[in-house]
């Protein structure tokens, strides 16, 4: 796990778009990684909402937003176009990325324990350096705070 202001380790995995993600490759760009559980399940859904709303402010802020899940890239393309997202979401069902931010934990799902991830949100900045972490995320005024965030780098 890259420790705040550390440089973040490069990776390199699928995404929406026939796209490939990989860290390096985006210097000079302020990114957001925000971690979720499930696709097109209830609080994922609104907190792409979230971020939806808020992403031209980012993208003015010379920043940007990725999801990432352990979900499929044919998965994440019927969620991104049901729920129109303009950003990409990225797929890690090896958890690569899931292993080097430490997000998958043990959850209690209706009485039994299951291992996922955690929602937690990443800004990385323009140098590649870890900024902020956010873990244990609650959807409500999340992507704002993360925007304000933004706003001060």
Same mark, same amino acid.
């Given at each position: ?14 995404t929406?778009? *026939? ?40 993208? *003015? ?30 797929s890690?069902?090896? *958890? ?5 931010? *430490? ?7 209706y ?43």
């Amino acid at each position: 796990m890259p420790a705040i202001n550390q440089i973040v380790e490069d990776f390199e995995l699928a995404t929406t778009s *026939e796209q490939t993600f990989k860290l390096s490759l985006l210097r000079g760009k302020h990114i957001v990684l925000y971690f979720y559980p499930k696709d097109d399940t209830p609080g994922c859904t609104d907190e792409g909402l979230q971020f939806t709303e808020l992403f031209p402010a980012f993208t *003015e802020a010379n920043c940007l937003i990725f999801g990432l899940s352990r979900d499929t890239v044919k998965s994440h393309e019927r969620f991104k176009a049901k729920m129109n997202f303009p950003f990409e979401l990225i797929s890690d069902p090896e *958890e690569l990325a899931c292993g080097i931010f *430490e997000v998958m934990k043990q959850k209690n799902m209706y009485g039994k324990q299951v291992r996922g991830i955690e929602r937690s949100t990443f800004v990385i900045d323009a140098e590649g350096t870890l900024r902020h972490e956010w873990r244990g995320v609650k959807v409500p005024g999340h992507a704002q705070a993360v925007l304000d965030f933004i706003k001060t780098l």
